[in-house]
């Protein structure tokens, strides 16, 4: 069963493919993070994605750690996913936030390293 302020955010907020009244159903990104975030950590990370513009249409790099991550391990993977298959349509929500988040830790962990070097 979906959790309501995490549907709002993960669902509503970023994935193409939301319909209301479907509460049973969710894919494979929205059981990561709503099992490793807690509201307010999500609720932080979809203000930062928000301040990208619109992206709930859009296709991200291909990501073969993301793909066997969310999508192969996704229920929705097995009725036909467009994006995991050919990258023909948008990724679900769940997916997009988790993107942010893999490039987000990247950039924490080796942009100070960096600018460290630069001085």
Request: aromatic residues 10%; glycine residues 6%; positive net charge.
């Amino acid at each position: 069963m979906k959790d309501k302020v995490y549907t709002d955010i993960i669902c509503k907020e970023f994935c193409k493919y939301y319909k209301g009244g479907k509460e049973t159903l969710f894919c494979k990104g929205y059981e990561l993070l709503r099992n490793n975030l807690t509201p307010s950590e999500l609720k932080m990370l979809a203000a930062s994605l928000k301040a990208c513009g619109d992206i709930k249409n859009s296709i991200p790099a291909k990501s073969n750690e993301l793909t066997k991550l969310v999508c192969r391990r996704c229920d929705f993977f097995i009725d036909g996913c467009d994006f995991a298959e050919s990258r023909s349509g948008a990724p679900c929500g769940g997916y997009l936030i988790i993107k942010r988040l893999s490039f987000l830790s990247l950039w924490y962990l080796h942009v100070p390293q960096v600018l460290l070097h630069l001085q």
